[in-house]
């Protein structure tokens, strides 16, 4: 355990062996709500999330998806995380605030989910025309990313050899001193 850091963030994996166990409405409601509780710029909350539990669309939403995504149809439930820039903070240099904002409500959201037992795997590789036609998703909108979720399952029953040995693999991070500096880019604590 890193000391002092949140249990939830030390343990918080995007593994893909999931169950196609349903998850309980209640625990999605505590999902979106905690997504909901991200700062943003202004208090715009320029998020947006579409939960996808129907059985057709959940199809459809992973038929957008790419083919190393192939895990990702068990899943009981997509959440797409989507934003409209004008919704939030526009700054000089095309600082878009929109898309960090939405970023800290899904990192809520996983958050949320590490804490309910729940898989909550984001990705990036889907066809964003074929995913924003499947939900009705207004064409002004960016959806940043899918968030596939799932209670933990077997991976011996439908991962690949590369994913099973991934699901186990230690969990590799950049070292702190490589990422965060200290008063200047690159300096050092005590400086």
């Known amino acids: 355990m890193i000391d002092g850091v949140l249990p939830e963030i030390v343990s918080r994996r995007a593994l893909r062996a999931l169950s196609d166990r349903e998850i309980p409405n209640e625990v999605l409601v505590r999902l979106a709500q905690a997504a909901t509780l991200a700062p943003s710029c202004y208090n715009s909350q320029p998020w947006r999330f579409?939960?996808?539990?129907?059985?057709?669309?959940?199809?459809?939403?992973?038929?957008?998806t790419i083919g190393g995504n192939y895990w990702a149809e068990r899943a009981p439930c997509y959440v797409v995380a989507?934003?409209?820039?004008?919704?939030?903070?526009?700054?000089?240099?095309?600082?878009?605030?929109?898309?960090?904002?939405?970023?800290?409500?899904?990192?809520?959201l996983l958050l949320q989910a590490t804490r309910e037992g729940v898989i909550a795997h984001p990705i990036a590789g889907f066809d964003e025309a074929a995913l924003k036609r499947a939900l009705e998703i207004p064409e002004r909108y960016i959806a940043?990313?899918?968030?596939?979720?799932?209670?933990?399952?077997?991976?011996?029953g439908h991962l690949?050899?590369?994913?099973?040995r991934a699901e186990k693999?230690?969990?590799e991070r950049h070292a702190v001193s490589e990422v965060a500096w200290f008063n200047r880019w690159g300096g050092t604590e005590g400086e």
């Open 50 to 64: 579409v939960f996808v539990t129907s059985r057709e669309l959940r199809r459809r939403v992973h038929d957008a």
């Open 82 to 108: 989507a934003t409209d820039l004008e919704l939030d903070c526009r700054l000089d240099l095309e600082r878009d605030y929109a898309l960090f904002d939405t970023g800290l409500a899904v990192q809520n």
């Open 144 to 156: 940043i990313a899918v968030v596939v979720l799932g209670y933990p399952g077997d991976e011996n």
């Open 160 to 164: 690949s050899a590369a994913h099973r």
């Open 169 to 171: 693999a230690p969990r």
